[in-house]
């Protein structure tokens, strides 16, 4: 809830709903998932974070706001998990069978690191990442830097000497590897909520093929946030 460029983002409504209670409906329906949990901090400001994820069925954790390391590998422990599939409170268009296809490939290969971000073809929004909870707790006794802890899994993909590490390629047009469907900004949101509008009410489990296409009937709604930087780890 404390965003610095867009507080209180994940709660901000679209057709009705709170912009998280979207991405765990769409998370629901990724076949390889067992469970999720939403990983929030112990401020105050996100009991309303607690009382969402009550409410839509699914497991929440709470830790340290500054230490994400931490908070991921404790709510991972809370569930006995042994593979995290990290997804952002940010993302709301995230694709189950994106998911899907990645942890896929991780269970049938021996990486410890697998995402689709090392090298972007797929827009960004659609970020996910798989690796075991043994790994993390692995970084977790090899580092305390703070930018190491605040971005999970940063020590894991900058350290491919001692991890190994496969990217998965969207095999998408390029025109469509710079959408941005992440929400940082209020312009983020805005582009956000007119695709949720356009399609949702269509069909709530739209696709990536019918945000592209939505993409190729109006690009105009797309320069909506074609200015927003995304803000640097380092």
Known sequence: MTSTRLPGKVMHPILGKPMLELLVERLKRARTLDQIVVATTTNRADDVIEELACQLGVSVFRGSEEDVLDRVLRAARSVNADVIVEITGDCPLIEPAVV??????YQANHYDYISNTLQRTFPRGLDTQVFSAAVLAQVAELTQAPADR???????????ERFSLHNVQSGLPEKYWDLRLTVDTLEDFSLIREIYQELYPVNPAFSLKDIMDLSDRMPQLFETNRGVQQKPVR
């Open 150 to 160: 605040e971005h999970v899994s940063l020590y894991i993909y900058e350290h491919p």
């Open 100 to 105: 899907n296809r990645l942890v896929g490939i």
